[in-house]
């Protein structure tokens, strides 16, 4: 590849998630003394540290060709990006909140009232869809301490919604939901030689989000069984099923969903499967 990839990794709180996707995923990351600028493993690819809203800048500008970012900055600075993958990484809600006591029956009380948002463009959208006569103010982070002196309501991401909680807030609506995404400028997708690293790296972290959910499931079971069981265990296509020594019955082995093991084990032992084994999962590829 005659020209890199310029890639965007996260600095701050998405971070450690993405650097461990790639690491898990065998993609080494080399810091060294030049901390903003690091080097992959990976041939082809050029990389620098950036905060996840310059990122989507960036990428908007054209100058990074690929990056992680939230769905939530995606949106707010409008820009024209491909989403190659979603991670399902740090997952938020973007919500409207306000001081308990000022809602009326649990809505926002019918007068002029000012939002504090670092959602400049989605609390717009959001105050015009909903028909409210409110103006917007500019946060810069804390965006919870606002109300009730400086801003009725709030426009902020939330996790878990503790700290809203935390500040006598109260969640009155939803604006968007939102995870971290590998996002592409529609240029280096119609780059060939580009679009094959892009795809080649989205392959890779693909691999590891599977194996995440997934785990090997191996067990035993006899000539007479091996139907039944088949039959219970899901799997992406087919099972794995070989001949035990003796001709004794048949091992089984399937990358089974990691959250249907506690219904599945008892059903797969009722059906006569035995010596049940479940191993963690690296990467699995289709």
């Not at 540290?49 to 990056?67: C, F, Y």
């Not at 909140?97 to 000022?102: D, G, L, Q, R």
């Not at 810069?140 to 801003?151: I, L, M, Q, R």
């Not at 807030?169 to 240029?187: C, F, K, Q």
């Amino acid at each position: 590849m005659t020209e890199p990839i310029h890639l965007a990794l996260p600095k701050g709180r998405m971070q450690e998630g993405i650097f461990r996707l790639l690491g898990d995923a065998g993609v080494r990351i080399s810091v060294g003394s030049r901390a903003y600028r690091p080097t992959l493993s990976l041939s082809g690819f050029e990389v620098k540290l950036l905060k996840p809203q310059n990122i989507v800048e960036m990428l908007h500008a054209g100058t990074r060709d690929l990056g992680f970012a939230g769905a939530d900055w995606v949106a707010e600075k409008q820009a024209e990006l491909v989403r190659v993958l979603d991670t399902g990484l740090d997952p938020v809600r973007v919500v409207a909140a306000a001081p308990t006591e000022m809602l009326e029956g649990g809505a926002l009380p019918k007068r002029h009232l000012v939002v504090a948002s670092e959602y400049a463009r989605l609390t717009r959208g959001w105050i015009a869809q909903k028909g409210l006569d409110a103006r917007v103010v500019r946060t810069y982070g804390a965006t919870e301490v606002f109300p009730p002196e400086d801003a009725d309501v709030i426009v902020d991401n939330t996790a878990t919604g503790a700290t809203l909680r935390a500040n006598g807030l109260t969640i009155v609506d939803e604006v968007m939901r939102s995870s971290t995404g590998l996002y592409a400028h529609p240029a280096a997708l119609d780059d060939p030689e580009k679009r094959g690293g892009i795809e080649h790296l989205a392959m890779l972290l693909r691999s590891v989000l599977e194996a995440r959910r997934r785990v090997m499931l191996e067990l035993n079971v006899t000539v007479e069984g091996l139907e039944a069981v088949v039959a219970i265990l899901p799997c992406m296509r087919q099972p794995t099923v070989s001949r035990l020594h003796g001709e004794a019955g048949y091992a089984v082995k399937a990358a089974v969903l990691r959250e249907g093991l506690p219904l599945l084990i008892p059903r797969l032992k009722a059906a006569g499967g035995s010596d049940i084994v479940v191993s963690p999962v690296g990467q699995i590829v289709p």
